[in-house]
């Protein structure tokens, strides 16, 4: 989980960059607010003691009050993220301490189109970190599912609906195979028109016969046309 903190001084402008930040997350990231503060001393009592990866999003103002609240996030988060919300776009060209190590600037005023890009950069960035891959989401009979992309086998297109196929069982609902492979974390490869598949999940490739076995022993086809990628994921996880 990537847990996010936001500073700002004035309290309408922290109710604003939280409630953007919510509506920026996508649904199937694992990621939340995990607290908002005005000033940058009250972010120690707040981080979490569990070391989760964190991103933080603060003003970039009193240089000693945020030198300090910078030098707490160190000791507190091994992997986190550092986002300095400046005046004006040319702030970001100011020097600051090597230690920062800021990860991006958020201008003012806000700019919800703005700030969802550096979020999903930074998240993808997380997830390539750690090797985490998040929640797929999706809605069956008016449910809302949430099935880790770790334990999803693959994900499988027939008559308009796609099925999702995990070691356990196996979900249906109408949603686009483009846009689900589009979406998933980089340890899922198209492999055909009609499959998406967990490359972590491939016991076995049979070149001349154009299939792989996942570890459910399903048998699924390859086309051609993903053939060299395919081949290659499957070098990069020592299968071939």
Not at 30 to 48: H, K, N, S
Not at 87 to 112: C, H, I, Q, T
Not at 183 to 210: M, T, W, Y
């Amino acid at each position: 989980m990537l847990l996010v903190y936001l500073q700002e001084y004035d309290l309408a402008a922290l109710r604003e960059l939280t409630e953007l930040c919510r509506e920026c997350f996508d649904l199937n990231w694992d990621a939340r607010v995990q607290a908002g503060v005005q000033a940058p001393d009250e972010l120690t009592g707040q981080i979490t003691g569990d070391d989760l990866p964190a991103l933080f999003i603060l003003e970039d103002t009193l240089r000693i009050e945020l030198d300090k609240a910078v030098s707490e996030i160190r000791k507190r988060s091994a992997l986190h993220y550092l986002v300095l919300r400046i005046s004006e776009a040319m702030d970001a060209l100011l020097v600051r301490p090597a230690y920062y190590r800021a990860s991006g600037f958020l201008p003012r005023p806000l700019d919800k189109d703005f700030l969802r890009r550096l979020l999903e950069s930074i998240y993808r960035d997380f997830t390539a970190s750690t090797g985490y891959g998040g929640f797929f989401s999706f809605k069956l009979r008016g449910t809302l599912y949430r099935l880790p992309y770790e334990k999803i086998g693959f994900f499988e297109s027939a008559d308009k609906k796609i099925i999702a196929r995990t070691a356990a069982q196996e979900y249906e609902f109408y949603d686009s195979l483009e846009e689900i492979s589009r979406a998933a974390p980089d340890f899922f490869l198209r492999v055909h028109r009609g499959f998406c598949v967990n490359v972590r999940q491939i016991d076995a490739l049979n070149l001349s016969e154009k299939t792989l076995t996942m570890l459910d022993g399903s048998v699924l086809p390859f086309s051609r046309t993903f053939r060299q990628e395919l081949i290659s994921r499957c070098s990069d996880t020592g299968l071939i």
